[in-house]
């Protein structure tokens, strides 16, 4: 059984491998597109019963109402397809890009210059808006690929959106070598 991160952008793929770190050189990383279309892949890799799938997609909110109702829309849609033993939904809130927010020495060295704390605290809530302005006319995509690899990410390796990410990829790997 291979392990598939099913997301939705490009950027967001390179942002999860490298904060996942050691061991995702065994999972397999897919953009989507945005969320329904990632609920869809995620979907179709289960129904082919060779895949085991963490299902990471943006919140696109802070409003745990709606993150909560993001969550259930997406456990009841993989639920219908495939044993929960092999899927888990991952929604982060507010956006993926939030996770870079967790250490300011961390997102200043990925960036290469000084985050002002009102810059720091609004990249928490919105850091799509707030990436856009520190990075002017930058594709991300390029920008992760080129920079993650030259910084320590490890102050943010410890998020428990990540460490729950790790510890599933962690128990799919152990499923396949029994």
Known sequence: MKTVVVTEEESDVLLLRALIGEGSNTVEFVKSGGWSAAD????????DGQHDV?????AD??????????RRFLTHSLASVALRTRWQVFVIAPEIEALLFADRHTLEEL??????????????FEPKQVLRRLLPGQKWAWF??????????TPLQNQKEIEHLRRFLNGTRKKVAA
């Open 40 to 47: 869809s892949l995620a979907r179709s890799y289960l129904v």
């Open 54 to 58: 963490a299902l990471v997609v943006d």
């Open 61 to 70: 909110t802070y409003d745990p109402s709606a993150v909560e109702a993001r």
């Open 111 to 124: 960036i290469g210059r000084a985050v002002s704390d009102s810059e720091f605290q609004e990249g928490r």
């Open 144 to 153: 992760f690929q080129e920079r993650l690899p030259q910084v320590d990410l």
